[in-house]
């Protein structure tokens, strides 16, 4: 990000950049991706106590004397590796975006 | 005295004081001492979050869970993981785009109050003493029966050493420190993993088998619910978990090591990467410890099974192997003691002395020399409490600090960096109520008061009946916060949100 290049004091800058397109954009994008996904990891991640503590279906067996208790828990990885790099690929798009709405604002000086 | 445990410790200390050595000719400003000049690159810095995160509480405590209650033990892996999500999707770019220092800095950024820099800078150094205290009782504990100094002279050595690092080599000695423990524990780790796995003639379900008989628990060992039996019990230990991570003071100052968001994030992915491998291995441990150590020895040698990784190392490598884990749980206390040091050295000269006292205008000798004195206040204190704690139980200490980080930092940092009405009266009302509820809510718990004599701190019914205060504490600072904005008299001031709003999703007017 060339942020320090650009030279934004005023409080007038940041309101107009606030209320510009291109940072519209880049929120309305941010928002359509982490909202949802935040929703489902703590769903996903709670799943698992509440399973445990009131039902005993995670203790039947997944393989040998593995049962889907682990199988969740493992699962727990999983998905936290996998939403770690997805939000790596997103915030690539997120930064050409703000760098956007950087060059924008430097232009609007 | 074993040898060479001995030789391993020294080696140690050896190696952490070059580093210091080296990190102090780099510390002659303020940057240079809170942040390491915000130059550390993204692997490195993920190392260091790893270094500093994953404390003798997860490398000794977990190994000792697993063992003891089998899947209930895990739960702690699994939280102290996904936590990782909140911190890179919620926190972590917003964060180092908006603070400088501390996370104080990151909440002056929106409301420019001297009360609010000083409640956040009262949390820091609340949350990084209880977390302190926890690492030294163990620590004490752990040289006390390896090279047979007495808890006293053990706490002194690692206060010691952790201010000798702090005061000399700043956020450089503190980080390289936490990188160095970062390798050796995972190498050590892996090491006993391959041992265990070996053992179980490398198949995971033969492991899984064996456990049904191998403790005391039998079948249930591998089920849920052997030490939570209560339901709303469990969800509030995992609220704790989730949630506290991301307003941990130590942790989130790593965020303002690296030059830019981008490089945040790519160290939390790192990190996320090191420290789940790390839990994974936790079951090698813990299942390893319960079937070559037994129960009853894990037991005698502390009843909480904070040795059983160690012990299991003996088992399974004999001498050296047991040197070389008990040389890696030293590190380990080392980076996270080192780390807690230099944060509420931080909020005290940065926030306290520089931002509310000075008004932001004392010279940079001056702000390192006061951040000096600071860590040898906060060592000095924090020294003398350990000293006074042996007895305590240290998870409980270290569940403290995650529920009051999750209840009184978490909410004023989520509702600084997105909600537009948030005002400086929400922002010390969620502070206050999440401190007082969570401290409260332990106060009156099952960790300070049993029926059983010698089982908490006194004898008598718990008024709250869960062992961990999150389920009630974390939604009142949320509610404190919420209502402590809509009750005020304070209109927003959005145009101070845009601001906030535009630097935190850009990072134009980053202060390097």
């Known amino acids: ?109 | 005295m074993n040898t060479p445990a001995f030789i391993m410790f020294l080696g140690i200390v050896l190696v952490t004081l070059v580093i210091t050595y080296y990190a102090s000719k780099k510390t002659k400003n303020a940057s240079e001492f809170y942040t390491a000049g915000g130059g550390l690159t993204g692997w490195q810095n993920g190392m260091a979050i790893a270094g500093d995160y994953m404390s003798a509480a997860s490398f000794l405590g977990i190994a000792g869970a697993v063992a003891l209650t089998g899947f209930d033990g895990f739960f702690y892996s699994i939280g102290f993981l996904v936590a990782y999500l909140v911190v890179l999707y919620l926190v972590a770019e917003p964060l180092r785009n908006l603070g400088k220092y501390t996370f104080a800095d990151m909440i002056a950024a929106r409301f420019d109050a001297k009360k609010i820099r000083g409640f956040a800078a009262m949390n820091t150094v609340a949350i990084s003493i209880f977390y302190m205290i926890a690492q030294l009782v163990g620590a004490g504990a752990l040289i006390k029966l390896l090279l047979g100094l007495n808890y006293t002279t053990s706490v002194l050595i690692v206060g010691v050493l952790m201010t000798v690092y702090v005061i000399f080599g700043g956020m450089h000695a503190t980080s390289w420190v936490q990188i160095i423990k970062a390798i050796l524990l995972m190498g050590g780790t892996f090491l006993i993993s391959i041992i265990v796995l070996a053992k179980f003639n490398w198949s995971i379900t033969e492991m899984f088998d064996q456990m049904k008989t191998a403790t005391p628990l039998k079948e249930s060992f591998l089920n849920p619910g052997v030490k939570y039996k209560i339901g709303l019990d469990t969800i509030s230990l995992n609220m704790g978990l989730v949630l506290g991570t991301a307003g941990l003071p130590h942790i989130l100052v790593r965020f303002f090591t690296v030059k830019d968001a981008k490089t945040a994030r790519s160290s939390v992915v790192y990190a996320t990467w090191i420290i789940g491998i790390f839990y994974v291995m936790t079951i090698f441990l813990g299942f390893g410890a319960a079937a070559f150590v037994g129960n009853s020895e894990i037991v005698a040698a502390n009843p909480a099974g904070n040795m059983a990784a160690p012990l299991l190392a003996k088992a399974i490598g004999g001498d050296m192997l047991f040197a070389f884990i008990s040389a890696v749980a030293f590190a380990t206390i080392l980076a996270v003691v080192a780390g807690l040091v230099l944060t509420a050295a931080s909020a005290f000269a940065h926030d306290f002395y520089n931002e509310i006292l000075r008004k932001g205008k004392a010279s940079e000798k001056q702000q390192v020399s006061m951040a000096r004195w600071a860590a040898i206040g906060v060592s000095i204190i924090s020294i003398i409490l350990a000293l006074g704690a042996q007895t305590l139980n240290v998870a409980f200490l270290v569940s403290l600090a995650f529920a009051v980080a999750a209840s009184a930092n978490l909410p004023v940092i989520i509702y600084t960096i997105y909600w537009k009405r948030f005002n400086t009266t929400g922002a010390v009302w969620a502070m206050v109520v999440g401190l007082i509820s969570a401290v409260g809510l332990v106060l009156i718990s099952p960790n300070v008061f049993s029926p059983e004599a010698g089982k908490a701190i006194f004898v008598g019914n718990p008024i709250f009946p869960y062992t961990t205060p999150g389920i009630v504490s974390i939604p009142l600072g949320f509610i404190a916060g919420y209502l402590g904005t809509i009750f005020s008299s304070q209109k927003a001031d959005v145009k101070k949100f845009e601001e906030v709003l535009v630097k935190s999703n850009t990072g134009i007017g980053i202060k390097g």
Not at chain 1, 5 to 21: F, G, R, V
Not at chain 1, 47 to 56: C, V
Not at chain 1, 77 to 97: H, I, N, P, Q
Request: hydrophobic share 45%; proline share 2%.
């Open chain 1, 1 to 109: 990000m060339e942020a320090q290049k650009t030279n934004i004091n005023s409080e007038s800058d940041y309101t107009s950049i606030a209320h510009s397109a291109a940072f519209q954009k880049l929120l309305s994008e941010k928002k359509k991706f982490i909202i949802p996904v935040t929703i489902f990891f703590f769903c996903f991640y709670f799943a698992l106590p509440i399973l445990t503590s009131y039902s005993t279906i995670l203790n039947h067996k997944f393989f040998g004397s593995i049962t889907w208790a682990w199988v969740f828990a493992f699962l727990q990885f999983v998905m936290t590796w996998g939403l770690c790099m997805l939000y790596s690929k997103k915030a690539a798009r997120f930064d050409e975006l703000a760098n956007e709405v950087v060059e924008q604002g430097g232009h609007n000086e």
